[in-house]
């Protein structure tokens, strides 16, 4: 028999398996892969799980969805100190109406969309969501759903991860799940919803009154017993744990665990950076709605900067967002700038333009991924400059949208570049405007003092760090930076000469031929192995045949010139005493 499940109108779980989490997780401590492999997780537990919002009569469920992973992946991150599940509250409203709705943007190089009708009746998914706030219209927060987004959100999209459904790979789709909601909070998942049930497996369902519904993943648990799904069971254990959005019957429970079973298209993850990261968005896809029916793999946008209009200010390029659609892929991203650009020229991209910076980086999915460039790139007003996507290896292309205002995108060919015409690439840059001279540095520096090398660990010559910046420095002046081989000093036994060895014989022992390490003392030999015991066995004597004269054991003694009788003996005392020395030595 199972464990008894069930859910509190608290909102929290009981049950016997609710103590079996493995990890000491808390927030931020453990990693994504520790967090996946546990076999229960509930983010509600952590605090990055903010209140249900309910939906309503609306037909919003896609754009609620995505609003309560994106607020999940925020507070997962920590990017806003001051955010919490309390007070974090981004409006779902206010992104379905962007959908339908939007003006140019600021750059004017779109012409937006304005479509009529009740935008809350609208069909959506969080498809349509991830582009919305790819081009910065939104998220926000407040009840006005009209509140300008380029003004008013305190987020700007990075990454919408499309996680691949993997229909056919039963285990590799809930492990790139649990993946995904441990690195980024939660998912959001569509399927066909008929009943209410706290154990739910929609797969199961029969007829045609089922209709489809988006919610958001926060965790799961693999004990759940099969038979506890409705209705009929499922094929196996466990199940996700979804946040809803209706807040209670009879619209819906505000959590519930679906089963395993189950598959979505769009499953998506949400990552976000502070607005003060970036200060502007240059893009052509202005259109929700993708074009599909191009497998473009290297596409260019061609741009001309809009500058600073403030003194002491310059605008840099941070970096570049692309839509992809795909999975294991790798992206090469390469800006020019001061191109001579004119309108019908085909080359337009490079045309006497210089390449300033090139950056690959490797992706598991798609959606929209931001390639971050190692050093800004700077623009001067008015000057033109381009964004080059290749997709260097892997099974992927990049997304296209319809013309929505500007249309100067290219495609890579064989020869050149040729202009898309009605299409534009999803290629955006995310660019900054900073203190054209940045405020020169000051070193704080702290000394610090020499650790003497042992014989089996490194020590650390006296140095100089900096508590801001982490450089070492050889002086107070700063004048020499010190890398880590510079400071290191080697560990390592220090040898005194070679001792041969004594040989043993008859009548005492010898000694091993050794070193010895004037630090810590021990023996060893030439091949570097430590000796525990140098005495060498005295030789076995020999056996002479008996003949009959009696006891004929040798004399061991010779007479010297004043009568002493000990000469013979004097090499096994002399084993003896030095043997008592190195003790001696070793243990001091």
């Known amino acids: 028999t199972g464990a008894v499940f069930a859910l509190r109108r608290d909102n929290s779980s009981r049950g016997g398996l609710s103590g079996r989490i493995g990890v000491n997780l808390t927030t931020g401590k453990a990693s994504a892969a520790e967090i996946a492999a546990m076999s229960e997780y509930d983010g509600r537990k952590y605090g990055i799980v903010t209140p249900v919002k309910s939906q309503g009569d609306t037909n919003l469920c896609w ?80 009840s006005d759903a009209k509140v300008d987004p380029f003004e008013n959100s305190r987020y700007r999209l990075e990454n919408a ?13 809930i492990a790139a799940i649990k993946l995904a ?64 959005s209706y807040t209670g019957l009879p619209d819906g429970y505000p959590y519930f665990y679906m089963s395993y079973d189950n598959t979505s298209s769009v499953c998506y993850a949400f990552s976000y950076a502070n607005r003060e990261t970036y200060d502007r968005n240059y893009y052509y896809d202005g259109g929700i709605d993708d074009f599909s029916l191009r497998n473009d793999k290297k596409l260019a946008n061609v741009y001309r900067a809009a500058g600073s209009e403030v003194n002491g200010k310059t605008e840099q390029i941070k970096a570049v967002n692309v839509g992809v659609n795909g999975s294991d892929y790798t992206l090469e991203v390469e800006i020019y700038k001061n191109l001579d650009f004119t309108y019908d020229n085909s080359d337009a991209p490079v045309s006497g333009g210089k390449s300033v910076a090139v950056k690959r980086q490797s992706f598991a999915y798609g959606g929209f991924v931001t390639v971050k460039l190692d050093e800004p790139i700077t623009l001067e007003k008015g000057e033109w400059f381009s964004v080059i ?100 000093i080697p560990s390592g036994h220090v040898f005194g000469e070679w001792q041969k060895e004594i040989p043993s014989t008859e009548n005492g022992e010898g000694i091993k031929g050794h070193k010895d390490c004037a630090v810590c003392g021990k023996l060893f030999d030439k091949n570097g192995n430590e000796i525990i015991d140098l005495k060498i066995p005295k030789k076995d004597a020999e056996q002479k045949p008996d003949d009959g004269k009696g006891d004929d054991k040798p004399d061991l003694t010779v007479k010297s010139g004043c009568g002493s009788r000990n000469e013979f003996l004097l090499p096994s005392v002399s084993v003896i005493a030095l043997i008592a020395i190195k003790k001696r030595r070793r243990s001091s």
């Not at 939007?102 to 012409?111: G, Y």
């Not at 958001?216 to 506890?228: E, F, H, Q, R, V």
């Not at 940045?438 to 003092?449: A, D, I, N, Q, T």
């Open 63 to 142: 754009a609620y969805s995505s609003v309560a992973a994106s607020e999940t992946s925020i507070l997962k991150t920590g990017i806003n100190s001051t955010a919490t599940d309390k007070n974090l509250d981004l409006n779902p409203v206010a992104a379905a109406y962007r959908i339908q709705r939007r003006q140019s943007d600021p750059l004017n190089n779109t012409n937006g969309e304005w479509l009529e009708g009740d935008y809350t009746s609208a069909t959506g998914s969080p498809s349509k969501i991830a582009t919305l706030f790819s081009c910065w219209w939104g998220p926000v927060s407040g």
């Open 161 to 173: 991860i499309l996680i691949s459904e993997y229909k056919d790979d039963y285990e590799k789709r």
């Open 389 to 488: 996507v290749k997709v260097v290896s892997g099974n992927a292309k990049i997304r296209l949208g319809y013309k929505n205002g500007k249309d100067l995108s290219y495609a890579g060919t064989s020869s050149g570049y040729s202009g898309l015409g009605n299409y534009v690439g999803r290629i955006k840059a995310y660019t900054s405007l900073c203190d054209t001279e940045p405020e020169e540095h000051k070193h704080s520096l702290v000394r610090y003092e020499e650790v003497k090398a042992t014989c089996t660990a490194n020590g650390r010559k006296a140095h100089y760090e900096c508590e801001v910046c982490g450089k070492s420095f050889a002086d107070e002046s700063a004048a020499k930076e010190l890398n880590e081989s510079d400071l290191t």
């Open 181 to 244: 909601i441990a690195e980024y909070g939660a998912v959001t998942f569509q399927y066909n919803n008929a009943h209410n049930y706290e154990y739910y497996n929609p797969k199961n369902e029969k007829g045609g009154n089922s209709y489809p519904h988006a919610c958001t993943l926060i965790g799961w648990n693999d004990d759940i017993p099969a038979g506890n799904f409705m209705p009929g069971g499922a094929s196996r254990n466990g199940g996700w744990l979804v946040k809803n």
